[in-house]
Every structure is written in C-alpha cells, then in structure tokens.
C-alpha cells in the first residue's frame, strides 16, 4: 500500500519516469544504439554542443539528453525542443527522427562482458565463450540481439530524410566530421571551434575522470563495482585480442551478411562464401 502511495505522490509531481508511456513530440529526435554501441559518449558529444555552459557529466546527462526509462518526466517537459531521447529500442514506429550508432558486433560483445563483470551481473571467471552465446541469443539485453536490434532499424527505415546511420568506429577516426553530420541531420549549426570543443569535453580521459567521482549518480552504474571502469579502451578493434577465434567464426557466421554491407571485414569468411545484406537499399547511399 506504501509502495503505491509514493508511486502515485511521484506521478503526480512528475518525478516518475514514463518509460513507453512518455508522449512522443513530432520533432523529437531519438539517439538508438544497441547497448555498448557509443550512445553515452554520444550523449556527452551532444550534451557538451548544445549546453555549452553546463558541461555533461555523470550527473547532469539523463537531464541534457534524456532517457525514458532514467529520466523523471518534470525533466523531460522542461527540455527545449527538439529534444534528443536515448533508446536502445529495436524498431519504434513512434520515433520521428532517429540517429542510429552501430559498431562491430565483435567488439560491443566485450564491451559488454566487461560491463557485465562491472555491474556485477557475471563474476570474473565466467567464460566469455558463455557470455556470447548468451549474446547471440538476445539473453544478455532485453533489446533481442546485436543483429536483430540492427536488422530492425535498417531494413524499415529508408525516409534519409529523417534516418541518419552512423558507424562507431567512424566517429572514433574523426570525431569532428561524424559530429557535423548529426548537427546538419539536426538542422542546426555549429562552427569548428564549437564542436572542437563538444569533442574536448567527450574525450574518454575526460569521461573516465568524471566517472571516478560519479559512479553512484549515473544510473548505469550505480552500486558497481569501483575497481572496473565504465568508459574502457574507447577504441575499435580489441576484440582481435580478447575474443577467442572460435567465438569470432560464431558471430561472422551468424551475421556475416550484416557486418559486410556496414564496412566490417570478416576475417574468417572469405567474400565468395558471404552476401551482402541490403535491406531495401537503406546503405546504398549511407557515407562509410
């Protein structure tokens, strides 16, 4: 009876947060990611352009670029529009406008055991080999699987006009060109020092230090463990030494076709043995 009193104390003062109930504006941007895809580094690219004068944080960022499921919703009605909205949903038709980050499926499945190990889901000797079966089933995530959750968004969103693809381990190599293109995507202009200086305050060294003394105030993190870090190499390509060879033929045989058509070379298919994916000529014309 308590339990809902308060809940209902919450919503009246509209500190619940409205999760799939939040009402969608139609200029609402949505920021969609598969989970340990770039969208909190993103979050805090496009935090630090838009509010240069109270740079992201831990703290402050589900109030800068807000997510449903984290964000009161007296938050998100005191935001300018358009607002940008995390998710990591799998295809919404509700989502007006969405800016899609995909990275190599090899890489987010580390990034995420070791999110795992932090968040105190997996214990330090559990075997990765484990985890990613687990990953490739969609059981590590409530968001299904790296390539259902991908396949979702590419093969029904065509409209480029309101769909913008972009690669993590782009944004990595120039993180100054990726950023210009969501701010052209969202219609707004920034000029090179005022990105230079979004990208400045994103930095992974930047990030990690803020991390140390903000762990409990970001809901991602909050009660994990201290001696394992949220923001790790922030780089592509690790998995060449981390993830086993078996385990690498297991996703490329699985999503080969997808990983392919978005610019990422198998290293145990050759390319007679693999086709590319096109789902409705969605990549045909995506910058890689």
Known sequence: ???????GVK???GQHRPGRSLLLLPDDVFLVSFPKSG???TRFLLGNLM???QPATFANIHRLIPDPTGTSKKDFD????PRIIKSHDCFDPRFPKVIYIVRDPRDVVVSQYHYHRKIKKIADDSPIETFVGRFMAGDTCPHGSWGQNVITWLATRQDASRFLLLRYEDMVADTPRELAKIVAFLGKTASPAQIALAVERSSAGRMRKLEQTQTDDCELMK???KDLSFVRAAGSGGWRTELPAPMVE????AWGPIMRTLGYELSTQSASDVRDFEPLGVLSSTPR
């Open 11 to 13: 919503r009246a003062l």
């Open 223 to 225: 009660g994990s463990r």
């Open 39 to 41: 969208n909190t580094w």
């Open 1 to 7: 009876m308590i339990r809902h009193i308060k809940a």
């Open 78 to 81: 005191n935001l300018p529009r």
């Open 250 to 253: 297991k996703i490329e045989a």
């Open 51 to 53: 509010f240069p004068d």
